[in-house]
């Protein structure tokens, strides 16, 4: 029931910004490029602070904002086909980089099938982005979305991490091309339309798992 309500009270924050943005829908994808690139760095951050302070307050603080009780051992994570390595923080974080790049071409390319970028457009769009990110991550703080054993190296806690990373990858990358097709065509009702139907995926699937 807890999780039930904390999603939908999540979900009426967004689309309650998404409405009062007036901007353009990809702000959504924006947004969930944000959550993947941050839950990356906040792991990574959270681990090397538990194990450089031994301060027992510091310590305990970090437990408190996450689950330190992983569901059964953490799952297999993206390899370096050319060391055999589990990929660490640099590889994750190239990865994503990636897909920002190639996001960000798709998610400006106009009817006329020309890269459209307004430099004050894009500030006003991102700091809506940043404030549906800011309503997600305070979410996922405030009741432990992120999961970290600090027993385990980086590469484990990305892993225990990655199919919420995965889905998000999936559902931006699919909105990209989605979006970057309609607004090629001139389908404007029917991006927000497929963006809201990303948006019901994450928060269906957050469901499905118990997550908060």
Same mark, same amino acid.
């Given at each position: ?28 994808? +924006?947004?969930?490029? $944000?959550?993947?690139?941050?839950? /990356?760095? *906040? %792991?990574?951050?959270?681990?090397? =602070?538990?194990? &450089? ?68 457009? +894009?500030?006003?769009? $991102?700091?809506?982005?940043?404030? /549906?990110? *800011? %309503?997600?991550?305070?979410?996922? =703080?405030?009741? &432990? ?68």
């Amino acid at each position: 029931m807890r999780a039930l309500i904390v999603n939908i009270v999540t979900l009426i924050s967004v689309i309650l910004s998404l409405w009062y943005s007036r901007a353009n829908p990809r702000i959504l994808i +924006f947004a969930f490029l $944000m959550v993947m690139l941050i839950r /990356i760095v *906040l %792991i990574q951050l959270m681990l090397v =602070l538990y194990r &450089k302070y031994t301060s027992e307050a510091v310590r305990d603080f970090l437990q408190k904002i996450v689950q330190t009780s992983p569901p059964g051992p953490p799952p297999q994570g993206m390899y370096d086909t050319h060391t055999g390595k589990e990929v660490g923080f640099g590889g994750s974080m190239l990865v994503l980089g990636s897909l920002v790049l190639f996001t960000f071409f798709l998610t400006h390319v106009n009817a006329e099938k020309e890269l459209d970028f307004q430099f004050p457009v +894009f500030l006003y769009e $991102m700091k809506w982005a940043l404030w /549906i990110f *800011l %309503i997600y991550e305070l979410k996922d =703080l405030i009741w &432990k979305g992120i999961i970290i054993d600090f027993n385990l190296p980086a590469e484990k806690n990305f892993a225990y991490n990655a199919a919420e990373i995965v889905l998000l990858a999936v559902a931006v990358l699919l909105g990209s091309i989605l979006a970057a097709f309609l607004q090629t065509s001139g389908n404007n009702v029917y991006t927000w339309v497929m963006l809201a139907s990303l948006l019901a995926i994450k928060h269906i699937s957050e469901l499905v798992k118990g997550r908060t």
